[in-house]
């Protein structure tokens, strides 16, 4: 996990993420680092594995450490997120696009806050564009 960088008091974190386990014990590590605040995990499902949902069952579960959680759907996932986001309720979120995205954690982050990216890639660019995002 590495920090990108800091805006507004919310600290923006990239992680390689590609499975379930690991998304987990990364959310637990974060969680003993900051105590109580707010984190929101944001997943790019972009190993072949995740892409084919084979964690699909796995992931909310995985990613119930976080307070708020935002899955990047985009349109040739090869399954559907909708059973994910349901199981987390309230905290569950879908984008289908990296700019909405970037520009929807921004309007949610708030001071405080510890946005954790994780992904296998670039993700799009969404951590400079959530940073400039958050910068305005």
């Given at each position: 996990m590495q920090l990108r960088g800091e805006v507004r008091g919310v600290r923006v974190y990239d992680d390689f993420a590609h499975h379930p386990t690991a998304i987990a014990?990364?959310?637990?590590?974060?969680?003993?680092?900051?105590?109580q605040a707010r984190i929101i995990a944001?997943?790019?499902p972009r190993s072949h594995t995740m892409r084919m949902g084979?964690?699909?069952?796995?992931?909310?579960p995985a990613l119930a450490g976080a307070d708020?959680?935002?899955?990047?759907?985009?349109?040739?996932l090869g399954w559907d997120t909708g059973a994910v986001v349901g199981a987390l309720?309230?905290?569950g979120h879908t984008s289908a696009d990296v700019?909405?995205?970037?520009?929807?954690?921004?309007r949610a982050?708030?001071?405080?806050?510890?946005?954790?990216?994780?992904s296998n890639g670039g993700f799009g660019g969404l951590h400079d564009k959530l940073l400039a995002a958050l910068a305005t």
């Open positions: 014990t990364t959310l637990d590590g974060l969680r003993q680092r900051v105590g944001v997943l790019e084979v964690h699909r069952h796995t992931l909310a708020e959680v935002w899955l990047y759907t985009p349109p040739d309720g309230a905290r700019g909405e995205l970037a520009t929807a954690l921004a982050a708030r001071t405080g806050d510890h946005v954790l990216i994780m």
